[in-house]
């Protein structure tokens, strides 16, 4: 007999071969799927601890990036603080040699100053001395100021009693 539509064909006996085929099976698989979630397990295991050593070496490796970034910030500040405290040295010795150099030219202006009127002085002199005409129009007119007595040399120099200023050298 044929088997009609919609009806399954009846079931053909099984042999012992057959089952016991089908339950090695069984066991394969069982066993196999045991395996794979003792792996699957394990993996996750060292998945896991492969992480928390990722973690704890990421923790340390930017702990030690804190550190160095530290050190580095201190020693800039250090730099920093030496530059300008030897801005201030460089600043402060200059500013001493600003008063040094304000006081040499104050000097110098006063010896120039004190030289120049003394040769005004002689040449006043040595000009009433040389030109007798022009001593007596001086005469007539009124003195600005008194005019420098002539040196005592007895050379007849105005300019022999002269010394240098002070700022310069003596060789």
């Keep these: 007999m044929s088997a009609s539509e919609g009806e399954q064909p009846a079931p053909r006996p099984v042999s012992r071969a057959a089952e016991l085929a089908a339950e090695q099976v069984e066991s394969i698989v069982s066993v196999a799927q ?78 120039v100053t004190n030289s120049h009127r003394a040769m005004t002085a002689d040449l006043r002199a040595a000009a009433r001395n040389d030109f007798p005409e022009r001593e007596q129009a001086a005469e007539s007119e009124p003195p600005e100021a008194a005019p420098r007595p002539r040196p005592a040399s007895g050379r007849g120099n105005p300019l022999a009693d002269l010394e240098p200023p002070s700022w310069v050298e003596n060789n």
């Design 34 to 111: 045991t395996s794979a979630e003792k792996l699957t397990r394990a993996a996750r295991e060292e998945a896991e601890s492969v992480r928390a050593l990722a973690r704890e070496s990421a923790q340390a490796d930017v702990e030690n990036a804190r550190q160095e970034a530290a050190e580095r910030i201190r020693d800039a500040q250090d730099a920093a603080d030496e530059a300008l405290e030897q801005a201030k040295a460089v600043s402060n010795g200059m500013k001493q040699l600003a008063n040094l150099l304000t006081v040499h030219a104050e000097r110098i202006l006063r010896d």
